[in-house]
């Protein structure tokens, strides 16, 4: 077991914030950390698991531990007539899996295409794009626990998906101070917890963990299956797929089609992070009653607003913070991306980064701005550490 000491986690996260861990394990064998989580040397620090660091904004040091996952591999578990179950380890990145899949002749992630990350990191805050969910192809996945060593395998329904969410954003009730609910300290509306605590109590039954401690920072994710219909259908509900079926001329594109299509639109819309620091949506896009739909378009004829099933209505983050001229302004060298005003961006680049303290009061102040003029507070999407 190598310990780095003091190491830089500059380029592992995707923001590229100057920041260092106090120690740093890289994880590259399951028996070896189910060995070193029995140690005294572990269980007297505190730890932070790391995938891509893509969805993380780094407030200062990391006190603590830090488990790189760089568990790799992937395969074909089991193909009958009814689809394939594929498993890729949690150090794969999410991509590559992406293109491999479709590469082997699996269609079934295609509108996933370059989201940035890791697998590990994916079913953490149910990743999603153009229509489709990580939960919507998920099957189960393994993970150990930190606690104890113990290797454990949950469902779907166990991992409580939700919107950019799962039981692993979700921290210790019982040890509230502690660094594990620091790290999923994100400004949770009231209404989300109790629906993840309501599920967490309902999936505890059949797992041999205690889930009232919460999963955040506490489980680390060894491998993830899913399962790829043979029945597949394209999914082409979204405004810039349909455009681009218009463009083409295709009413049934191959999935490899929407696979480069969906590739085409992100680069257009979105910063690479290997150029422009960034860690993709900074907020997620919330949803109001209908009354308050109704109430705001009644001010605001445009915004942007899509039924959802349980007569709520989803509003398009980056339609609120433009409308309230946030895009291309900065705090520092933490700016909001001009094509995308959903994305925070580090303008300095790796020479000179904006710090994370930048990133917030930038967040803080559009926050600010757009509950002065919607009365919606936007939640940060990713894990402000
Ligand atoms: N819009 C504006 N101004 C802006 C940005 C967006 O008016 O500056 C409007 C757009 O014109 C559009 C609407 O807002 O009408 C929604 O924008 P878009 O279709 O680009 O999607 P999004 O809601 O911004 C979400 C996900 C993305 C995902 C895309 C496509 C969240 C928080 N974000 O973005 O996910 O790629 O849909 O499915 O749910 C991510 O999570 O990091 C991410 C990039």
């Known amino acids: ?117 890791s697998v590990g990191a ?5 990743i999603g794009a153009y229509g489709v969910e990580l939960q919507d192809r998920f099957f189960e996945l393994d993970a150990l626990d930190l606690t104890t060593g113990k290797r454990f395998r949950l469902d779907a329904a166990q991992c409580a998906f939700g919107y950019r969410d799962s039981i692993f954003k979700h921290g210790s009730k019982r040890h509230p101070g502690d660094f594990a609910s620091r790290v999923s300290a994100l400004e949770r509306p009231p209404d989300q917890r109790a629906n993840a605590q309501r599920l967490l109590a309902s999936s505890s039954a059949s797992l041999p963990i205690d889930l009232n ?24 509900e979204y405004q810039d797929l349909q455009k681009k079926c ?15 299509w969906v590739c085409d639109i992100r680069r257009e819309k979105l910063p690479d992070p290997q150029f422009i620091g960034n860690v993709g949506s900074f907020f997620k896009n919330p949803s109001v009653s209908s009354e308050q739909c109704k109430d705001i378009i009644a001010r605001e004829p445009s915004l ?57 009061t930038l967040a803080r102040a559009i926050q600010t701005s757009v509950y002065e003029r919607f009365g919606i507070l936007l939640e940060p999407e990713p894990m402000i550490l």
């Open 1 to 117: 077991m190598v310990i780095e000491s003091n190491p830089s986690l500059q380029s592992y996260n995707s923001f590229g914030i100057l920041a260092r861990a106090q120690e740093m394990l890289r994880v590259s064998d399951i028996e070896e950390l189910q060995e070193i989580v029995q140690t005294p040397f572990f269980k007297e620090r505190a730890h932070l698991v790391l995938g891509g660091g893509t969805n993380l904004v780094l407030t200062g040091d990391v006190k603590a531990l830090v488990l790189k996952v760089e568990l790799k591999g992937k395969r074909l578990v089991k193909e009958d007539e009814t689809g394939y179950w594929v498993e890729a380890m949690a150090g794969e990145n999410w991509h590559d899996f992406v293109t491999w899949t479709l590469d082997q002749g699996w269609p079934g992630l295609e509108n996933m295409a370059l989201i940035p990350g």
């Open 122 to 126: 994916s079913p953490v805050q149910n």
């Open 304 to 360: 942007v607003h899509y039924p959802l099933l349980d007569g709520r209505y989803k509003l398009a983050a980056g339609w609120l913070i433009d409308a309230c001229g946030w895009r291309g302004k900065s705090v520092g060298m933490a700016a909001v991306y001009h094509k995308q005003a959903l994305v925070l961006i580090n303008k300095g680049g790796a020479e000179n980064p904006c710090t994370g303290g930048e990133v917030m």
């Open 213 to 236: 401690l919460g999963l955040a920072n506490r489980a680390l994710i060894t491998h993830v299956r899913f399962f790829l219909p043979k029945k597949w259908r394209a999914v082409l």
């Open 246 to 260: 218009l463009m083409h001329s295709k009413a049934q594109p191959s999935a490899k089609e929407i696979y480069d």
